[in-house]
Structures are given as C-alpha cells and as structure tokens.
C-alpha cells in the first residue's frame, strides 16, 4: 500500500481558499485517491476521490497532475464549520480495507 | 438512504465484562467494514464483510473479539473480557462492493469507556 504524507495541521481565516497537499510517492497504476473529513466524536464522512486530473464537487476540488505522486484537495472559501481532520488515502481498486494516517487538522479562524 | 447506524453510541463498562455493538449498514451495500480509533489517530482496520462472509480480519483483532454478519445486513461486534486498552471508538462504514470507486460510508461510532 503507497504511504501518504500530509501536514499535520494547518490554519486559515474564514473565506480563504484552503489547500492541503498530500505526497503519495509509491502509487500504483491501480490506486484512486481518496479524501475524508472527521468532526469530533463523529465517523470520517466522504468528500471526494479521484484517479487522474481534476474532480470537483460540491464541496470540493481534487487536483492530481500526471505523475500522481501527490494531489491536492481544494477547499473554496472555508467557514469555521470547516474546521476538522482530513485524511488523504490511496485506496487499490476492489474497494479494500482503508489505511489512515494521521491527517491533517484544519482549524479556521474568525 | 438513511446512513450506517451504530448502537450505542456510547459505552461504558468494568474491565472484565463483555461488550456487544451493533452496526446498520446502508441498504444494499454488501461490504460493511469495522474500524478501531483512538484519540489522535486516524481509524485502524479490524475486519470486513462481503455479505454475510467474514473475509479478512486485522492483527489487531485478538481471539476476544468476534464479528459476525449473519445475515448479510447488520453486523454485531463483540469484545469478551474488556481491558484497558479497548477503550476507543468503534467505527463501522460499509460500501457496495461491486464497483471499483465505492467509497466507504461510515457510521458515527460507537465510543467505548473501560473502567
């Protein structure tokens, strides 16, 4: 399974644009990229995957460049409710067991 | 889709004693999936289901704890003879197996206390 890295923590101001970047050097050809976010006391809730390119949702927008050793989740124009853990995972395709690091702790601020 | 439910949500018990909880995955998904986190840790994979098939299981579940998915729908989690260190939160997620990019969905935990 590729091991990813990401900042443990980050800050930002209420209406900022939010990017965090995660490094997953050892991807295989099979593998998407998944991110999740965790409030306090609740379970991980899915915000977005992707496999090459750009994916954007509602919420958010996932860059991955052609290399796919790293990609970047792109929070537009946070407010506080965003404040949370998120967790960038490789997941090999068949929809296996997930492995979670540690995430990156988000904290917006008024 | 009303969600993947866990029952209790909270739990607390002597050590020593037994403990069961209960997940309700989203209707239809046939895989459902048990995690264990700890405070500021991200979840660790414990076992997983395909319907009522048990076909993997983590190191980390030792013989006293048990899974089971009798049915293929709702899943139970047992831990005989709680220590300390269970103490955590019990996740559950479930997704449907069939495609290659079903997420996981997970539930909201069930939140462990050993006395």
């Known amino acids: 399974l590729a091991k990813t890295t990401q900042p443990i923590s980050m800050d930002s101001y209420e209406g900022q644009e939010v990017n965090i970047t995660c490094s997953h050097n050892?991807?295989?050809?099979?593998?998407?990229i998944t991110w999740y976010q965790q409030f306090p006391s609740q379970g991980p809730r899915f915000i977005i995957q992707?496999?090459?390119t750009k994916v954007t949702n509602e919420v958010a927008s996932l860059f991955i460049p052609a290399d796919r050793k790293s990609s970047t989740l792109s929070l537009p124009r946070v407010s506080l409710s965003d404040t949370a853990v998120y967790y960038c995972?490789?997941?090999?395709?068949?929809?296996?067991?997930?492995?979670f690091g540690k995430g990156t702790r988000l904290s917006v601020i008024a | 889709d009303t969600g993947v439910s866990q029952d209790p949500r909270h739990k607390i018990t002597k050590r020593g004693q037994n403990v069961t909880f209960r997940c309700d995955p989203i209707?239809?998904?046939?895989?459902l999936y048990w995690y264990r986190q700890t405070l500021g840790q991200g979840p660790e994979f414990l076992t997983y289901?395909?319907?009522?098939?048990?076909?993997?299981k983590s190191r980390l579940l030792s013989d006293r704890f048990s899974a089971e998915r009798p049915k293929g729908s709702f899943s139970t989690l047992e831990i005989q003879r709680t220590e300390q260190g269970d103490s955590a939160m019990y996740l559950c997620?479930?997704?449907?197996?069939?495609?290659?990019?079903?997420?996981?969905?997970f539930g909201d935990g069930t939140r462990l206390s050993i006395l």
């Open positions: 992707g496999y090459k």
């Open positions: 209707s239809e998904h046939n895989r």
């Open positions: 050892n991807i295989a050809t099979n593998d998407y």
């Open positions: 995972l490789v997941v090999p395709s068949g929809n296996t067991p997930l492995v």
């Open positions: 289901f395909q319907n009522e098939a048990q076909l993997e």
């Open positions: 997620a479930s997704s449907l197996g069939t495609g290659e990019d079903q997420p996981q969905h």
